[in-house]
């Protein structure tokens, strides 16, 4: 298995990954959804249920100005293909994309994380949250300006 | 993950217009003034200040009088709060993948 952190400068979204996975979909998909094994991997949740709209928290360790609380919101179920869903911490809201696709060994997992347009919120079928970084000339610039 | 910041949000909301990401995008490549950028993008002038205001106010541009005109530039160290925001969740995500990539090996197929 490798883990490879896709967020070189060629790529156009700020976080993503893609993982090959030696086991089947249908595995990993129960790890991305089963709140005991959720709770093994990433982090604790109250409230999840897989259903579209439905609202659950994560908790993460608090820490100093904050509680540790991460509110999520389902936007995209499609079994055994792909999950999404917000990923609110104060007012930073963002949305985490999980796309499963099965391979001849297993599984090519893929975790992107974005920003999406607040105003947006009312409308998550159809819109685009297209935060996208402008490949790594972001980074490239703050690194001119040292 | 961190604390909430507006500072940090407030480049979030200024980048997730597609305008504005334009206008920035082309700022990256040298300075220029809003007549420039109206040659350049199918946008009116006073919609220009306006994107321009915004991101100003993101601390992502600054700008220069010179004359009768208004010269705008990138900001470069405007963008630290979000570059921090993504270098901790790339993090976050690199040790919690890890921890999927763990547990599947003790699961039940």
């Known amino acids: 298995m490798s883990l490879s952190d896709k967020t070189v400068p060629s790529q156009t979204e700020a976080i993503a990954f893609r993982i090959e996975l030696r086991h089947p979909p249908e595995k990993v998909w129960r790890a991305l959804t089963d709140p005991d094994l959720l709770a093994q991997w990433l982090l604790p949740t109250t409230g999840f249920a897989l259903e579209p709209g439905g609202a659950f928290t994560l908790q993460a360790p608090p820490q100093p100005g904050w509680d540790g609380t991460v509110n999520c919101r389902l936007v995209e179920i499609e079994p055994l293909r792909k999950l999404r869903y917000t990923w609110v911490v104060g007012d930073i809201e963002t949305v985490v994309t999980f796309t499963l696709a099965p391979t001849e060994s297993g599984t090519a997992l893929s975790v992107v994380q974005s920003g999406f347009k607040p105003d947006q919120k009312q409308n998550f079928g159809g819109a685009r949250y297209g935060w996208k970084m402008m490949g790594g000339r972001l980074i490239d610039l703050l690194a001119r300006s040292a | ?109």
Do not use: C
């Open chain 2, 1 to 109: 993950m961190q604390t909430a910041s507006s500072a940090e949000n407030r480049i979030f909301q200024a980048l997730a217009d597609p305008s504005r990401r334009a206008i920035f995008e082309s700022l990256t490549r040298g300075e220029a003034a809003v007549k420039d950028l109206k040659a350049q993008f199918d946008i009116s002038q006073p919609a220009i200040s306006q994107h321009l205001a915004a991101l100003k106010d993101a601390g992502l541009v600054n700008n220069r009088r010179e004359g009768r005109l208004v010269y705008y530039r990138v900001e470069p160290r405007g963008l630290k709060p979000l570059i921090d925001w993504i270098t901790h969740y790339r993090a976050f995500w690199t040790e919690h993948i890890g921890r999927l990539e763990k547990l599947l090996e003790t699961m039940d197929e």
